[in-house]
Nanobody, 120 residues
Framework: QVQLVESGGGLVQPGGSLRLSCVSS????????MSWYRQTPGKQRELVAD???????NYAASVEGRFTISRDNAKNTVSLQMNSLKPEDTAVYYC??????????????WGQGTQVTVSS
């Protein structure tokens, strides 16, 4: 079973920055498409950013230009650099990994989430 462990959440003032990291225990990290999602109480989980196994990135319109997703396959890590944070960015942020090929570690995996709170 692949485990994803997020870190880097916390409390930050509006306009500030945070960097989230997600480390995978899997052996085929480079093959996963990786994403960051976020969720607030009473709302559906929404996609924030993703990066394919080939390095293609995609962002939600609400974070475009402020957030940057990146991956380091040598360290089994995906990161989310969040700048110019707004109160509406407050949420629990989740890491997601997906691979549907023929491999024992293929599948769809989620981390436990890390809280980001943007408040003065």
């Amino acid at each position: 079973q692949v485990q994803l462990v997020e870190s880097g959440g916390g409390l930050v003032q509006p306009g500030g920055s945070l960097r989230l990291s997600c480390v995978s225990s899997g052996r085929i990290f480079s093959m996963y498409d990786m994403s960051w999602y976020r969720q607030t109480p009473g709302k559906q989980r929404e996609l924030v950013a993703d990066i394919s196994s080939g390095g293609i990135v995609n962002y939600a319109a609400s974070v475009e230009g402020r957030f940057t997703i990146s991956r380091d396959n040598a360290k089994n890590t995906v990161s989310l650099q969040m700048n110019s944070l707004k109160p509406e960015d407050t949420a629990v942020y989740y890491c997601n990994a997906r691979y549907w090929g023929f491999h024992a570690e293929a599948g769809n995996y989620w981390g436990q989430g890390t809280q980001v709170t943007v408040s003065s």
